[in-house]
């Protein structure tokens, strides 16, 4: 089955302790990205990637580093998490740009 | 990308039609009308996507406007599983150096038994 896998679904943790989030898509698409979701404010796009190796940043990736080392994953780095990172977040994976893009469940953070 | 509106919200009888407008009067010749959804806190779910022909999918139809500044998503059948936030986004296709889908506050469409 064709899907984005992201983990974990829920975390909560303190401020300044490292963590990763990972996603992981099975459908060799190329492009990927992360997005976080707030109230009021909508989806907003962090870090995006064109292809292994080809990050950028998005309208706001302060606070957060990803990679893309392979195609299938693009994690997602917090080095040192405050309470404003609080969030819910999104990986999306697409073959290309303007194709139809690939959700996942989402990730539920807290940090306190 | 082209600005879209929605209304924020909208009610739908289970069963019946849900017609969904969206507004990109500012749209260019070479950007793509999309419509995603979001159920409670998932991930948002592509349903459809036109550049200036009618398309119609498993899920939905979507009726662009001749002048390409408004288009109409059509559920055919509600049910009470289709209550989300619907998206329309409007931008280019195959833009190889930019990738992002920006969405904007969407319309919470309500179907009622």
């Known amino acids: 089955e064709a899907q984005v896998t992201q983990n974990p679904r829920y975390l909560i943790t303190v401020t300044g302790k490292k963590l990763t989030v990972t996603c992981s898509q099975n459908?060799?698409?190329?492009?990927m990205s992360w997005y976080r979701q707030d109230p009021g404010l909508g989806l907003r796009q962090i870090y995006y990637?064109?292809?292994?190796?080809?990050?950028d940043k998005g309208d706001v990736p302060e606070g957060y580093k990803v990679s893309r080392k392979e195609k299938r994953n693009f994690p997602l780095i917090l080095e040192s998490p405050s309470p404003n990172q609080t969030s819910l977040y999104f990986c999306?994976?697409?073959?290309?740009?303007?194709?139809?893009?690939?959700f996942g469940q989402g990730t539920r953070l807290t940090v306190v | 990308d082209a600005k879209t509106t929605q209304p924020p919200s909208m009610d739908c009888a289970e069963g019946r039609a849900a017609n969904l407008p969206c507004n990109h009067s500012?749209?260019?010749?070479?950007?793509?009308v999309y419509w995603y959804r979001q159920i409670h806190s998932q991930g948002p779910q592509y349903i459809i996507h036109?550049?200036?022909n009618n398309e119609t999918n498993e899920m939905a139809s979507l009726i662009i406007t001749e002048d390409r500044k408004s288009s109409t998503l059509i559920l055919p059948h509600a049910t009470l599983r289709d209550t989300a936030v619907y998206y329309c986004?409007?931008?280019?296709?195959?833009?190889?150096?930019?990738?992002?889908?920006?969405f904007g506050a969407g319309t919470t469409v309500t179907v009622r038994a």
């Open positions: 999306a994976s697409s073959l290309k740009t303007g194709a139809e893009a690939f």
């Open positions: 459908m060799n698409h190329e492009y």
């Open positions: 990637s064109m292809n292994v190796e080809v990050t």
């Open positions: 500012t749209i260019s010749g070479n950007e793509y």
């Open positions: 036109g550049l200036k």
């Open positions: 986004i409007v931008r280019v296709a195959r833009r190889s150096n930019d990738y992002k889908l920006s």
